[in-house]
Structure formats: C-alpha cells, structure tokens
C-alpha cells in the first residue's frame, strides 16, 4: 500500500499542488450473510487491506477536476448548475456523492481529487462504494460537517441509487466506512444497528477465488428472486398481519404454509430464513472462536445459495467443492449475487499458499480455464491518513 500512497501524492503534486488530505478507503467481504438485506436481515462483512488511496484539496473555484491514476483519465466539471452523468463512467461515483450532499443542504465548493489503489474491479470487493466513502469522507474532512460515519453510509448508498443508477444495498457502503481493525461488523439491514465481532487471529487468511465470469443473468435473477420473496411475505401475512419481510419468519411458520406456496417460492424464503439465523450463530462463533463452527456455516450458506436460492453456477460450485477437500480451510461459499464473481475462503495462514497453488491447478483441469486469487486481511474503515504532505483546508 505503501507505493499506492506514494504515488497518489506524486500525481496530485504533479496536476494540483502540494497541499492536500490523504484519505484511505478499504474494500469488504461479506463473510456470511448473502441475499439477506433485501429481506431486511443480518449480514457480515468486513473491511479488508485492498483500499483505494484518495488525495483531496479544495480548489477556490466552482470546477471539480479528477484524475484516476489507474486508468490514467482525467474528469473535469463546474458543479453550479444540475449536475449531468458523465459517459466515462467512473466520475458518476464521485458525482453523486457531491450531488447527494448538495440535495441535503451542505454546500459543495471545487475540489480537486487524484484516486487509486489495489481494490481488484469487479471482483465482488465493491471498489465503487470504496471510492463513494473514501471521497464523501474527505469532503466532510475539507468542511468540518459533522457527519456521523452511519449517515455517511446513507449519502453513498442513494448517491449509487439514484445519480449512478445502481440499486444497490447499503452494506458496501456501511461495512467500508465503519469497518474495524481484527472486527468482522455484523449489521441489521432494517435498523442499520450495528455490532463488532472479533475476525483477529493471525494465523488466519481470508483468500477470494475469482472465476472471472460475468453473468448479465444476475441482474435481471436478482430482480426476480426479490419478487419471490415478496410473494413469500404476502402469502404469510395472511396468518401473522405483523410480518413485514422474511426477516420476521420463523422458520415453524413457514413449514406450517408449504403446501400454501409454489414450491419454488418456499425454497427462495426457506433459504433467506435459514440463511439468517447462521448469520447470528456465525456470530457467536467468531465471539467464541470457533473457526471450525464458523466454517461450516459457510459451507450451509453456499448449500442454500446453491440448491434453494438457486444463483451459483458450476465455476462457483467447483471452487467450493475444490477447497472443501484441501488442508487448512475453514470454508468456503459463494460471495456476492450470484452467477459468477468469486468464492470466499478461510484459510490457515500455513496453507495459504498451498491452498492458491491446489485451487488453480484442480480449477484449470476440471474447468480448462484459469481463476485469480486474492489474499486478504480484516482492516479498518475509511480514515485519514497521517501525512507531512496533509495540511488543513
């Protein structure tokens, strides 16, 4: 990380000036807890050590220039008027952050913002909510606003929502900007409550399995399993009015009305009802350190997403069934929508490089094709970063 810093500095000093705040912004995992916060369940994630590097500075003008060093573009806008999406893509990110401030009263001024780092594009790390908080951070840093890091997860989420255009839940944004050192955060997606469970040992990896396939099927399945479980809910609240969502069913309840639903109906609520409670047992695990429990655990997850949710594929299935066989791993599952995108592993540190080096060549002869693997750590949230170079605005 350290030569991501360096560089971010030598690229803003080279097209902006010297003064500057340097913030750091972490992608996440979500360790357990998949297609649970549309139903206003429990996930898990964590803040990993792949982050993005943001260099920030107020500029005296009405203009916001920036620069993304990995892809060595350039964006520049006034922001005094409506402001408009931009067809290079990555700029929207930054500008919904400083639309949505504007929309709830704090004025945003010109800013100049240089930004990279070693968060892995669509590898299910959630780069874009990494960049939303990293620079919605470092405005509130600029300005002195007060704003309370769950309120700051509000912002970046409808920025996604409604300037990018991506309906997207607010766990990435949450578990970026809230995330703690050696801490897993367990957060209800209905109240945003949130509570730390310790993910500290250092003998322990977590390793993601990127089948580098890309499915457009996820979108348009991930708006029909939504639909599902909905039709799940109203059926229920014919016999319990307070149900709100999924998150409210026992799972007694729910066998007591199979013959009441369409069978695949059943398996979509069965799975998320499931799938919440080994969030809370996953929970306890980790208080008690009790890996092997917690892995298991994964396992069930990617079991469910598997055969009742019914949004893995075989590049993921294979991969799961690969690490189940090898030394040294806790579990496996599926992370993310589904359809492709990677698996996330648990592994003993001592195994580690075993472990990548099995995975790729067991996942080259059954598939023919190759996977990237990325070693990560649990890291802390989004934050400044101490610098000789960061003055105040």
Same mark, same amino acid.
């Given at each position: 990380?350290?030569?991501?810093?360096?560089?971010?500095?030598?690229?803003?000093?080279?097209?902006?000036?010297?003064?500057?705040?340097?913030?750091?912004?972490?992608?996440?995992?979500?360790?357990?807890?998949?297609?649970?916060?549309?139903?206003?369940?429990?996930?898990?994630?964590?803040?990993?050590?792949?982050?993005?590097?943001?260099a920030i500075h107020p500029n005296e003008t009405n203009t916001c220039r920036f620069y993304a060093v990995d892809k060595n573009e350039s964006f520049e806008?006034?922001?005094?008027?409506?402001?408009?999406?931009?067809?290079?893509?990555?700029?929207?990110?930054?500008?919904?952050?400083?639309?949505?401030?504007?929309?709830?009263?704090?004025?945003v001024n010109g800013f100049d913002c240089v930004f990279g780092g070693n968060v892995p594009i669509g590898a299910g790390m959630s780069s874009s909510a990494a960049l939303e908080g990293g620079v919605l951070f470092g405005l509130v840093e600029l300005n002195g606003w007060d704003i309370p890091p769950v309120e700051m997860a509000?912002?970046?989420?409808?920025?996604?929502?409604?300037?990018?255009?991506?309906?997207?839940g607010i766990m990435d944004q949450f578990a970026s900007l809230n995330g703690k050192e050696g801490y897993a955060l367990k957060l209800d997606c209905r109240s945003l409550n949130y509570e730390y469970f310790p993910f500290n040992r250092d003998d322990i990896q977590i390793v993601l399995c990127d089948t580098q396939v890309? $499915?457009?099927? &996820?979108?348009?399945?991930?708006?029909? *399993?939504?639909? /599902?479980?909905?039709? +799940?809910?109203?059926?229920?609240?014919?016999w319990d009015s307070e149900i709100e969502s999924l998150r409210d069913v026992e799972l007694s309840l729910l066998f007591q009305h199979e013959k009441d639903m369409d069978p695949t109906i059943f398996k979509r609520?069965?799975?998320?009802?499931?799938?919440?409670?080994?969030?809370?047992?996953?929970?306890?695990?980790? $208080?008690?350190? &009790?890996?092997?429990?917690?892995?298991? *655990?994964?396992? /069930?997850?990617?079991? +469910?997403?598997?055969?009742?949710?019914?949004?893995s594929c075989e590049e993921l299935d294979v991969l799961v069934d690969?690490?189940?066989?090898?030394?040294?791993?806790?579990?496996?599952?599926?992370?993310?929508?589904?359809?492709g995108g990677c698996t996330i592993n648990v592994v003993q540190e001592d195994h580690v490089e075993s472990f990548t080096k099995q995975v790729k060549e067991k996942y080259q002869q059954q598939m023919d094709n190759q996977i990237r693997v990325y070693q990560t750590k649990v890291s802390s949230g989004t934050h400044l970063i101490s610098s000789q170079k960061v003055t105040s605005s």
């Amino acid at each position: 990380m350290e030569r991501w810093i360096q560089q971010i500095e030598e690229e803003f000093q080279h097209h902006f000036g010297d003064r500057y705040k340097l913030i750091k912004s972490p992608g996440r995992v979500n360790l357990i807890g998949e297609h649970t916060d549309y139903n206003d369940g429990f996930v898990l994630p964590a803040a990993v050590d792949k982050s993005i590097i943001l260099a920030i500075h107020p500029n005296e003008t009405n203009t916001c220039r920036f620069y993304a060093v990995d892809k060595n573009e350039s964006f520049e806008t006034e922001i005094t008027g409506d402001l408009q999406k931009s067809d290079q893509g990555w700029p929207n990110y930054l500008l919904g952050i400083v639309d949505q401030l504007r929309k709830q009263g704090y004025e945003v001024n010109g800013f100049d913002c240089v930004f990279g780092g070693n968060v892995p594009i669509g590898a299910g790390m959630s780069s874009s909510a990494a960049l939303e908080g990293g620079v919605l951070f470092g405005l509130v840093e600029l300005n002195g606003w007060d704003i309370p890091p769950v309120e700051m997860a509000k912002i970046a989420q409808k920025a996604e929502n409604e300037f990018v255009g991506v309906q997207c839940g607010i766990m990435d944004q949450f578990a970026s900007l809230n995330g703690k050192e050696g801490y897993a955060l367990k957060l209800d997606c209905r109240s945003l409550n949130y509570e730390y469970f310790p993910f500290n040992r250092d003998d322990i990896q977590i390793v993601l399995c990127d089948t580098q396939v890309r $499915r457009e099927l &996820a979108s348009s399945e991930y708006n029909v *399993r939504r639909q /599902q479980c909905e039709q +799940g809910v109203e059926i229920l609240q014919q016999w319990d009015s307070e149900i709100e969502s999924l998150r409210d069913v026992e799972l007694s309840l729910l066998f007591q009305h199979e013959k009441d639903m369409d069978p695949t109906i059943f398996k979509r609520c069965k799975y998320v009802v499931e799938e919440n409670k080994r969030v809370i047992q996953a929970c306890n695990d980790l $208080r008690q350190g &009790a890996m092997d429990s917690f892995g298991q *655990r994964m396992y /069930q997850s990617h079991a +469910g997403l598997r055969h009742e949710y019914e949004v893995s594929c075989e590049e993921l299935d294979v991969l799961v069934d690969i690490a189940r066989d090898l030394k040294g791993v806790f579990g496996a599952r599926m992370m993310g929508g589904g359809f492709g995108g990677c698996t996330i592993n648990v592994v003993q540190e001592d195994h580690v490089e075993s472990f990548t080096k099995q995975v790729k060549e067991k996942y080259q002869q059954q598939m023919d094709n190759q996977i990237r693997v990325y070693q990560t750590k649990v890291s802390s949230g989004t934050h400044l970063i101490s610098s000789q170079k960061v003055t105040s605005s």
